[in-house]
């Protein structure tokens, strides 16, 4: 059996503000936005070439156990790249709050630089330049 990771519901406190910002500043494409209900909206949007899109609104989390997340609450949230310094040069010229490309080690996959949402969750853009020819799920990787 396969599973596929398809959503992550997002905790933010404005969906207009974060949907123009994962739109215009990361270039994530806008999947849904529609009013499932009166006064229930939802926004659900995909970075370019992913399997995963995140979802914004309130009426998520009536479906997700538990208690609701902060705005913001969310740290580490990642997206994988194959050339940091490019991607990095579309960022910004979009607009974004990013930090420069830091390789950590030599070896491949370990560039990084770290940006936030309007609401301060937190992400990472990482380089993994074998995705530029090989999917996730089929790169070989080294055991720890």
Not at 8 to 36: A, C, N, Q, W
Not at 68 to 81: D, E, I, K, T
Not at 122 to 127: D, F, L, P, Y
Request: with cysteine; net charge negative; proline share 9%.
């Amino acid at each position: 059996m396969e599973y596929t990771l398809e959503v992550i519901p997002l905790p933010i406190s404005d969906i207009d503000r974060s949907m123009e910002f994962y739109r215009d500043k990361l270039g994530f494409h806008v999947d849904i936005d529609t009013e499932i209900m009166p006064g229930m909206r939802i926004v659900q949007l995909t970075p370019p070439g992913s399997g995963c899109s995140i979802a914004l609104g309130d009426t998520i989390w009536e479906s997700v156990r538990g208690p609701r997340p902060a705005a913001g609450s969310y740290q580490g949230l990642q997206l994988c790249v194959p050339d940091a310094k490019a991607a990095h040069a579309e960022l910004v010229a979009r607009g974004l709050d990013i930090t420069e490309p830091v390789e950590h080690a030599p070896q491949d996959g370990a560039t990084f630089m770290y940006f936030s949402d309007p609401d301060g969750n937190g992400w990472s853009i990482q380089e993994y330049r074998v995705r530029a020819t090989t999917p996730l799920r089929e790169a070989i990787v080294p055991k720890l």
